[in-house]
């Protein structure tokens, strides 16, 4: 506490030469007493006189007392204030947390807020800035004029003081603008704004935008008027990821239903051809050359199906990291040329031209042969299926310095400039209405080259203009090698004496396998479920069991272990729909000797017998 005061301002050193002003009010002489309030507040109270005096010890006491009354009492309304001040401020925050978690739309979520805490605040503007890739866009705005808002349309990254807090990712509160000569303030002030604070729109290192409010009737922010923004500004930022997530939430189940709605067209479309062409055997009368004909189509058809089936899993094992390439040195000259042989016949169907443009040399490099014939076969199809008839895929392998560059293109139907990236994600078409299939297989190619520390690329000129996309893969050295030729149908022609027991409780599978089977050195009986199979293994101890894992009751797992204990020489061959990694782990340990996925190809039966007769 402490004591001050003046008997005349006309001759007090303190007062005479400012004594006009207090003569203005009336003042001639005063006495003022101040107390500490708390640690960083004092109150002063002053006692003035319209004439000349001496101020008594007395007096002055008086006016100690009643400041040190008075003090408890401001302090008091002061915490009260503060409070509901806090009160208010916590209540605007709220009402903003219900706008923001109940907005779907940007402009009207800010639109709503700026109503909120435009008059608690005494603020008169606020702007909204997007991010636009090079630049920043106007997105939404608030009190100021078309004309005024056409001028700020677009800023560039370090312009103005949003593309200054957009570039830096730091806020920027700007006082007294009418005085400001700060050629960064020059756009706000012609707003006629005296004060302008703007932040960065940030969740993580990425910045949305920016988001700005400003006032022409306070020349300053208060520092918690700053942080208060501050806060709102986070909300703001949480609310815009919010939206994007559930965006991308709804355009992730709108890709999900049409690729079933597109998966059930695609299985329907070999279904039909294979059920008609088993009525036509029924009706052939045993006519040996309709069921070749019928015999060679479901077969195509088949095929069809687990191609399907197969790029699913693909995709499903790249994206789990489940993929291990068998890498060995190879000629990718041959490989393409291959691809193009089973290519050939549907690119006839449509009236259609390869030109391969094979070089002299042999271009070796270190690779998974079938995962890079899987990414050639699957560019060879695209380039069919969205070309017109009559039309020309053009086939090339390049070297480079370090690279072998495999060039497929077409004079189809092309591709708009802003698809081409977005067609190399899942479940993505150009033309979804025009052309079959899932919309992975260019997904399949970037995961399957990329894992070979290669890239893919796509160009297109446009609509009706023809597509070029370029496989790039990493050399091998130099050394010849030995291609193997494809083996063809195996039969049980070296297939030893076998007793085998078929399970399956879905009966057509079971009975179809046992069709199969039948022959003079092999014996087979068939179960429908896992119990019958245990029984049957006691009474005729099989020698080899094709055991089905899914079955309800006692499953593939339980028969096994049973099996086991009965017959521990007993071979068990899992055959299932499952074929993961962790699938096939768990069989081995289970005690199987093979591990065979659906749907199992005749070759496989007949290589797995052959090995278990060895």
């Given amino acids: 506490a402490g004591d001050y005061s003046v008997e005349d301002v006309l001759t007090h050193g303190q007062t005479m030469n400012r004594s006009d002003a207090y003569l203005k009010m009336g003042i001639r002489s005063y006495a003022a007493q101040t107390h500490a309030v708390g640690r960083d507040r004092v109150l002063l109270l002053s006692v003035n006189s319209g004439s000349p005096r001496v101020w008594t010890t007395r007096e002055l006491g008086i006016i100690s007392e009643v400041l040190s009354r008075l003090s408890p009492v401001v302090e008091r309304f002061r915490a009260r204030k503060e409070l509901e001040d806090q009160n208010e401020k916590m209540g605007i925050l709220w009402n903003a947390a219900r706008i923001l978690l109940k907005s779907e739309d940007p402009e009207s979520m800010l639109q709503e807020i700026f109503d909120a805490i435009s008059g608690p605040l005494g603020l008169d503007v606020y702007i909204n800035y997007m991010n636009d890739g090079d630049r920043l866009r106007l997105a939404s705005y608030r009190g100021i004029g078309q004309d005024d808002a ?106 999900k239903d049409q690729f079933l709605a ?105 690779c998974d042969p079938h995962r ?57 078409q150009e033309d979804t209405s025009r052309q079959d299939g ?79 089977l039948e022959s003079p050195q092999l014996s087979v009986e068939v179960a429908y479920n896992g119990a019958d199979a245990v029984e049957r293994v006691r009474r005729s ?4 069991v094709f055991l089905d894992l899914g079955m309800p009751g006692m499953d593939g797992f339980e028969a096994a272990r049973v099996i086991r204990e009965l017959r521990p020489d007993t071979s068990l061959v899992a055959v299932s729909g499952w074929g993961r990694s962790e699938d096939r782990e768990r069989t081995a340990a289970s005690g199987f000797v093979r591990h065979l996925v659906k749907p199992v190809a005749p070759t496989d039966i007949w290589r797995v017998l052959k090995e278990l007769s060895s």
């Avoid at 790249?318 to 393409?336: E, F, T, W």
């Avoid at 297939?495 to 399970?503: E, S, T, W």
């Fill in 438 to 516: 899932l919309g992975i297989g260019l997904t399949l190619v970037r995961n399957l080259t990329q894992l070979h520390g290669g890239d893919v690329s796509l160009h297109s000129e446009g609509r009706n203009r023809g597509t070029r996309v370029t496989v790039s893969l990493p050399k091998g050295n130099s050394a010849p090698t030995q291609r193997v030729a494809p083996g063809g149908w195996e039969t049980y022609g070296d297939v030893k004496q076998r007793d085998i027991l078929v399970v399956d409780d879905e009966r057509a599978a079971a009975d179809m396998l046992k069709l199969l």
């Fill in 541 to 544: 101890a099989p020698e080899i």
């Fill in 150 to 255: 056409d001028g700020i349309r677009s800023l560039e990254f370090g312009q103005a003081i949003c593309g200054t807090v957009a570039l830096t990712k730091r806020p920027i509160i700007s006082d007294g603008i009418e005085r400001s000569t700060d050629p960064k303030t020059q756009a706000v002030k012609c707003l006629r704004l005296k004060s302008y604070i703007c932040n960065p729109l940030m969740a993580g290192d990425e910045i949305f935008g920016t988001l700005s409010f400003g006032s022409r009737t306070k020349s300053s922010f208060s520092e918690e008027e700053a942080q208060f923004i501050g806060t709102l500004t986070h909300y703001v930022t949480a609310s815009y990821v919010r939206m994007r997530l559930m965006n991308d939430l709804r355009e992730s189940d709108r890709k």
């Fill in 262 to 366: 597109t998966l059930a067209h695609e299985l329907r479309n070999p279904i039909s051809p294979i059920l008609t062409g088993l009525e036509v055997i029924r009706l052939s009368s045993g006519d040996p050359g309709k069921i070749e004909k019928v015999s060679g189509m479901v077969r195509d058809q088949t095929r069809q199906m687990v191609h399907l089936i197969d790029d699913l899993l693909e995709v499903s094992r790249i994206s789990n990291g489940k993929i291990v390439l068998r890498r060995s040195l190879n000629d990718l000259c041959a490989i393409v040329g291959d691809a193009i042989d089973i290519a050939e016949p549907a690119a006839q169907q449509k009236g259609q031209k390869i030109i391969y443009s094979r070089p002299d040399v042999d271009q070796q490099i270190d």
């Fill in 372 to 428: 890079v014939s899987q990414v050639v076969s699957n560019l060879l199809g695209n380039a069919i299926k969205y070309t017109q008839q009559g039309g020309e895929i053009r086939v090339s392998v390049e070297a480079q310095d370090d690279a072998i560059r495999l060039v497929i293109s077409d004079n189809g139907m092309g591709i708009e400039p802003s698809s081409q990236q977005r067609v190399f994600s899942m479940f993505e």
